[in-house]
């Protein structure tokens, strides 16, 4: 476990260091479901836009930003979601009933396992929790880190 977390925090000073640039085009992925099965970009529902967040169940930005997310959930109803963790499948139901109840459930919401470790070096976050927003087309409509990002993007909505 430690070693796992030592890696991610390399990833992420590797990306900071090199002032990478998040992808304006959705990369190519595949995760997998909580059940085992995969999960990449033919499997993505069309025609709305697609909202990617970075999680860790034990960041303490993540769990308040996914608490406003579920208390704020009306707006997001025509948004695919798609939460994307490293984490062990056998934590990640409690921390959607601790912080998130039901949201797990919506039916625009997908929770993936980033089993390959993948996430990172595609697209390129600076920390946790990073959320993408792309737009029916994958063009990439907004990114940001660390807290705030549930906020910014129901603005983007609402216009």
Do not use: W
């Not at 109840?101 to 946790?128: E, W």
């Amino acid at each position: 476990m430690k070693f796992k977390n030592l890696l991610l925090v390399l990833f992420f000073f590797i990306a900071v260091q090199a002032k990478a640039q998040q992808p304006t085009l959705l990369p190519q992925f595949t995760f997998f479901k909580l059940d085992g099965k995969s999960f990449s970009n033919k499997d993505m529902k069309q025609g709305k836009k697609n909202l990617f967040i970075l999680f860790d169940c034990t960041c303490e930005h993540c769990q308040r930003e996914v608490k406003l997310l579920n208390t704020n959930y009306a707006k997001f109803k025509d948004v695919n979601i798609y939460m994307i963790t490293l984490d062990e499948a056998y934590i990640i139901p409690q921390f959607f009933t601790s912080y998130a109840p039901g949201l797990n459930s919506k039916p625009n919401v997908t929770v993936l396992q980033d089993k390959n470790k993948i996430f990172i070096p595609a697209f390129l976050p600076s920390k946790y929790p990073s959320m993408y927003l792309y737009s029916t087309a994958n063009k990439l409509l907004l990114y940001q880190s660390g807290d705030g990002g549930i906020q910014k993007i129901m603005k983007l909505l609402s216009k």
